[in-house]
Nanobody
Framework: HVQLVESGGGSVQAGGSLSVSCTVS????????MAWFRQAPGKEREGVAA???????SYADSVKGRFTISQDNAKNTVYLRMNSLKPEDTAMYYC?????????????????WGQGTQVTVS
């Protein structure tokens, strides 16, 4: 099975930038979806960004223009670069993966999950 490990979380001042990474143990399938979700205390888990095996991306409206998802297939790593961070971006960020035919920002679509990394914006 697939194992995901996030890294790079931390604290940053409002307006600053931060990048988080997700390393996948292995990719068995040529077609896949990788996504970032986040969840703040008392809030529902929210889809942030997704990328498929062809490099096509999608973003939540709340982060469009500020966040960028990318991947390095040689390193089996997916990245989320977060710019112009706002206090409302504070959340636990989770990496997720699966191999559906289409990528959506729906947590129910993803089978494999990392343990999360905390991002705090003050």
């Amino acid at each position: 099975h697939v194992q995901l490990v996030e890294s790079g979380g931390g604290s940053v001042q409002a307006g600053g930038s931060l990048s988080v990474s997700c390393t996948v143990s292995r990719r068995t399938y040529s077609t896949y979806c990788m996504a970032w979700f986040r969840q703040a205390p008392g809030k529902e888990r929210e889809g942030v960004a997704a990328i498929d095996s062809d490099g096509s991306t999608s973003y939540a409206d709340s982060v469009k223009g500020r966040f960028t998802i990318s991947q390095d297939n040689a390193k089996n790593t997916v990245y989320l670069r977060m710019n112009s961070l706002k206090p409302e971006d504070t959340a636990m960020y989770y990496c997720a993966a699966d191999h559906p035919s289409a990528c959506r920002l729906d947590a129910d679509d993803y089978l494999y999950w990392g343990q999360g990394t905390q991002v705090t914006v003050s």
